[in-house]
């Protein structure tokens, strides 16, 4: 998932982008905890997706309260 896909999104795409992304990023753990999931370095990749959805949404906020001051 790349910043400039993301930033074509509004913000109730984001939203719906990052609660699915969580609950993979959940279900993954919980796999890597049973042991049904070996490469535990897929946990980087659910990280930096799910920062840089966080990323996206704080800028397109700040960019909305910037408009409007």
């Known amino acids: 998932m790349q ?7 509004n913000m109730s795409e984001l939203k719906k982008t990052l609660d ?3 609950k993979d990023f959940e279900k993954f753990m919980h796999d ?3 042991g049904k ?4 370095s897929k946990t980087r990749l ?4 799910i920062a840089r959805i966080k990323t996206v949404m ?3 906020k700040f ?3 910037t408009k409007n001051a």
């Open 63 to 65: 960019m909305k309260e």
């Open 37 to 40: 999931e070996k490469n535990v």
């Open 3 to 9: 910043a400039k896909d993301l930033r074509n999104k």
């Open 46 to 49: 659910f990280k930096k997706d």
């Open 32 to 34: 890597v905890y049973k």
């Open 58 to 60: 704080a800028e397109k």
């Open 20 to 22: 699915s992304q969580n």
